[in-house]
Nanobody, 122 residues
């Protein structure tokens, strides 16, 4: 059974940083990623990564500010999203997902986290 547990969301002022974590059990390999959904908008891909190679993809609006990474240590498999230079436009619920259908196209799959709120104030 695949399970995802997110943490790290919160409130921050513009220009600040947050680090999201997603602990995953029951699955390794393939394409993993982070998505977000702002109020009144559709869910969008933010960053994706191939587990084996580490090759990563970013939506244009976060390039140079966000970094996706993953590791396996102490019997835990975790995916991270380091978010720097945050702006109010980054305010959304952020979801982690694994076993994505496409990394470059940021298409999700069956397994999603519960979501964590990120709020950036100006």
């Amino acid at each position: 059974q695949v399970q995802l547990a997110e943490s790290g969301g919160g409130s921050v002022q513009a220009g600040g940083s947050l680090r999201l974590s997603c602990v995953v059990s029951g699955l390794t390999g393939g394409c993993w990623g982070w998505f977000r959904q702002a109020p009144g908008k559709e869910r969008e891909g933010v960053a994706t990564i191939f587990w084996d190679s580490g090759n990563a993809y970013y939506t244009d609006s976060v390039k140079g500010r966000f970094v996706i990474s993953r590791d396996h240590a102490n019997r835990k498999t975790t995916m991270y999203l380091q978010m720097d230079s945050l702006s109010p436009e980054d305010t959304a619920v952020y979801y982690c997902a694994v076993d994505l259908k496409s990394c470059p196209r940021m298409i999700g799959g069956l397994h999603w986290g519960q979501g964590t709120q990120v709020t950036v104030s100006s």
